[in-house]
């Protein structure tokens, strides 16, 4: 009988614990893409600028991040150079580049074999056209 006692009390503290994790609160940090996107958009003499920040759930997700940054700001640029002003001038138009944004910034985190599901959302801080 003492020995089930003891067995029990053994695996007490496991039990607790993973309970304890359950209940845990996701850590949300941001990430600020630094320094902001500059770029020509693909008419002549027209340019963006927009400055972004990514929001993440959990610890160790946004070194992960900084990490791989040259490689999304890289991504980012390719893909804001291809727009045109005309692309980019109602709050729908923006917020479809936003979503794309995020869909295109987890595609880069996937080839740099960086797990995006941490990666919630992408904000514009910033955004301005001439």
Same mark, same amino acid.
């Given at each position: 009988? +003492? #020995?089930?006692?003891?067995?029990?009390?053994?695996?007490?503290?496991?039990?607790?614990?993973?309970?304890?994790?359950?209940?845990?609160?996701?850590?949300?940090?941001?990430?600020?893409?630094?320094?902001?996107?500059?770029?020509?958009?693909?008419?002549?003499?027209?340019?963006?600028?927009?400055?972004?920040?990514?929001?993440?759930?959990?610890?160790?997700?946004?070194?992960? #991040?900084?990490?791989?940054?040259?490689?999304?700001? +890289?991504?980012?640029?390719?893909?804001?150079?291809?727009?045109?002003?005309?692309?980019?001038?109602?709050?729908?138009?923006?917020?479809?580049?936003?979503?794309?944004?995020?869909?295109?910034?987890?595609?880069?985190?996937?080839?740099?074999?960086?797990?995006?599901?941490?990666?919630?959302?992408?904000?514009?801080?910033?955004?301005?056209?001439?």
């Amino acid at each position: 009988m +003492h #020995i089930f006692l003891l067995l029990g009390l053994l695996f007490l503290p496991n039990y607790v614990s993973a309970e304890e994790e359950e209940g845990e609160v996701p850590t949300i940090e941001y990430v600020d893409m630094k320094p902001d996107f500059i770029v020509n958009l693909s008419s002549s003499s027209n340019y963006l600028r927009a400055s972004m920040q990514l929001m993440v759930s959990g610890t160790g997700v946004a070194d992960d #991040i900084k990490k791989n940054l040259p490689a999304i700001r +890289h991504s980012i640029l390719l893909k804001f150079g291809d727009l045109t002003m005309d692309q980019l001038q109602s709050n729908e138009q923006r917020e479809k580049l936003r979503a794309d944004t995020l869909e295109l910034i987890k595609s880069t985190l996937k080839s740099c074999s960086v797990d995006d599901s941490k990666l919630l959302d992408v904000f514009f801080t910033e955004f301005l056209m001439q």
